[in-house]
């Protein structure tokens, strides 16, 4: 083909510019529901602050919002608890990228209401549902594909993340890194438009200023800091580990308290662990809510070390336990982001205190460090760790110190936690399943859809002489015996009735029903490829028979189909990949 004909074929294509045009409305309608939720939730949590200052009331608030936030999503929309994000990655792997219209708000009240009353969770749990059921919401009323329905959800998520947090960057690497598991061209671009319209326009409503104000902290390091830094990478992981585990242990107790009687009440196991969030908030009241005014203290070095951060540290570790282990509504950026602060401030104060020769970079450098370090260990995707941190805080010139602490934070929680915090529960069922991979396309495949509708079948009653006439018109060495209904009674192996089909004597005189292996396993037409995989690898058949719901007998499929199947579609799915 000429290099003209090549441009001119590739100027052509339209779909680049009708997804970017999608997306530019997924992203204003992401960045609404941004704007709505954050100043929703600042707006309330300054309301309700005055029952705050009273004990009782910082002691039930917390309880109440559980309480409420679960009965808004669960009762009012009938829609799954917890923080959402496994349902987005279960849309986007198995649904085709749908989600319904009610789950745009969904969340969004929860949350609100849960966060405000002091409940100790982030926002982008609560705004990845939010602005992917935008983006769903969107394709589907505009009738488009499954492939670009799954984008526009994504551009949803890049959108929503981008304005509730000022960070365009984290939104799109947050999209492409967790979301959709896969960085193509295609998919790049729209979400860029998505995450820019969506965080200009939360500019534009709630101003040009990241999460958190870096005034008078001092952020210089020098090269000795980087060794400091793989030490603190390696705590930040550790912590992360301990946080994920001690929420997934929660989670645990929570569904077994909600197999008796009176704790089975929809929503009361919530409200119960909000009143122990109300009880820790009474001795650290930093540690309820969002708690970015402690993180803001970190970075402009107003902590002071000592005792305090320990138990800022430890307290906030079990607030967000018990708030999201009760599958309250929110999410785990927030309390991640404090953790690390908490944790890289008093590393910092520590180091110097220990080494003051050493002149190590100052507690707020840490602190910021350490926020990166979090995220990336709880999600297990640096990327999105140093990308959070470093536009929320503006924090650019701690670029590479940030990059270590990440890495080795993921390198520790990928060696004690097999997934993520949001992977673990659909990759625990078996349900995790990435664009192109192996799981994803067998399972989008049938059995029914590659029969050898060719197969001979042989009636039960008859003798291996009827089975020899029929050889000279096939190639297939498997056979089908049948009854008199067309069920399936056993398989036929030519291989292995060598020794006695070609001695006629003996042939006239066996019955096929005697030599037939009734213990070969059978596939149903409706299973998917993988199951059948699955089948033939126990058996360690290479044709298996396929038969109905009733047992009749449809055809014969081979490993060898199976495997040129699964290489064509591995060819399609990755195409676009390649970009």
């Known amino acids: 083909m000429k290099r003209e004909s090549v441009f001119r074929t590739r100027g052509a294509r339209s779909e680049p510019w009708q997804l970017a045009s999608a997306a530019l409305l997924v992203g204003i309608a992401s960045a609404a529901v941004a704007v709505a939720l954050r100043s929703g939730v600042h707006l309330l949590f300054e309301a309700l602050e005055p029952i705050r200052e009273v004990w009782w009331g910082m002691l039930i608030l917390p309880g109440v919002g559980a309480l409420l936030g679960v009965l808004v999503i669960r009762v009012l929309f009938r829609e799954p608890g917890g923080h959402g994000v496994p349902a987005v990655l279960e849309a986007v792997t198995q649904k085709g990228g749908h989600m319904r219209r009610r789950s745009i708000v969904s969340r969004l009240i929860g949350s609100l209401v849960n966060v405000a009353s002091g409940g100790s969770a982030g926002l982008e749990g609560p705004i990845v549902y939010s602005a992917a059921a935008v983006g769903s919401t969107l394709s589907n009323g505009m009738g488009l594909a499954e492939r670009q329905r799954v984008l526009l959800l994504a551009c949803g998520v890049a959108g929503g993340i981008g304005a509730i947090f000022n960070a365009p960057l984290t939104g799109m690497i947050f999209a492409m890194e967790v979301v959709l598991a896969e960085w193509t061209l295609g998919a790049l671009l729209p979400i860029a438009v998505a995450a820019t319209v969506a965080t200009e326009l939360g500019r534009l409503a709630m101003g040009s200023h990241g999460a958190f104000e870096v005034t008078g902290g001092d952020m210089a390091w020098a090269g000795r800091d980087l060794l400091a830094s793989g030490v603190l990478g390696a705590l930040a992981g550790l912590l992360s580990v301990l946080l994920v585990a001690m929420i997934f242990k929660m ?13 089975g009440k929809i929503g009361l ?51 967000t336990t018990l708030t999201l282990g009760s599958n309250a509504p929110g999410g785990i950026f927030a309390p991640s982001l404090v953790l690390g602060a908490v944790l890289g401030y008093g590393f910092g104060g520590l180091i110097n205190a220990v080494f003051p020769s050493l002149e190590f970079a100052a507690p707020e450098f840490f602190a910021l460090a350490a926020m990166a ?207």
């Open 269 to 319: 196991v919530a409200g119960l662990a909000g009143l122990c969030v109300g009880a820790l908030g009474l001795l650290e009241p930093a540690a309820i809510g969002e708690g970015y005014e402690a993180v803001s203290d970190a970075l402009n070095g107003e902590l002071h070390v000592g005792a305090g951060l320990l138990v800022l540290l430890l307290v906030k570790l079990l607030a």
């Open 251 to 263: 989670e645990r107790f929570t569904r077994s308290l909600k197999t008796k009687i009176v704790y």
């Open 373 to 579: 370090g979090l995220v990336a260990g709880a999600m297990q995707a640096p990327f999105t760790g140093i990308m959070l941190a470093l536009e929320t805080t503006s924090g650019w010139f701690g670029t590479l110190p940030l990059i270590l602490v990440s890495v080795v934070s993921v390198l520790v929680s990928r060696t004690f936690l097999r997934h993520s915090f949001y992977t673990w529960e659909l990759a625990e069922r078996g349900q995790l399943m990435r664009p192109g991979s192996d799981r994803r396309i067998l399972s989008e495949m049938l059995v029914g859809e590659m029969l050898d509708h060719e197969s001979i079948t042989i009636q039960s009653g008859s003798s291996l002489d009827d089975l020899a006439r029929q050889l000279p018109t096939t190639v297939r060495n498997h056979f089908a015996v049948l009854d008199d209904d067309g069920k399936l009674m056993g398989m036929l192996d030519l291989t292995s009735l060598r020794g006695v089909i070609f001695d006629e004597v003996v042939r006239r005189v066996t019955p096929v029903d005697t030599v037939m292996d009734v213990e070969t396993p059978h596939l149903l037409e409706s299973e998917t490829l993988l199951g059948a995989s699955e089948v033939f690898a126990a058996s360690g058949a290479w044709v298996l028979p396929v038969v109905d719901a009733e047992g009749k007998f449809l055809g014969t499929v081979s490993k060898s189909t199976l495997f040129d199947r699964y290489r064509t579609e591995l060819i399609v799915q990755t195409a676009d990949h390649q970009e």
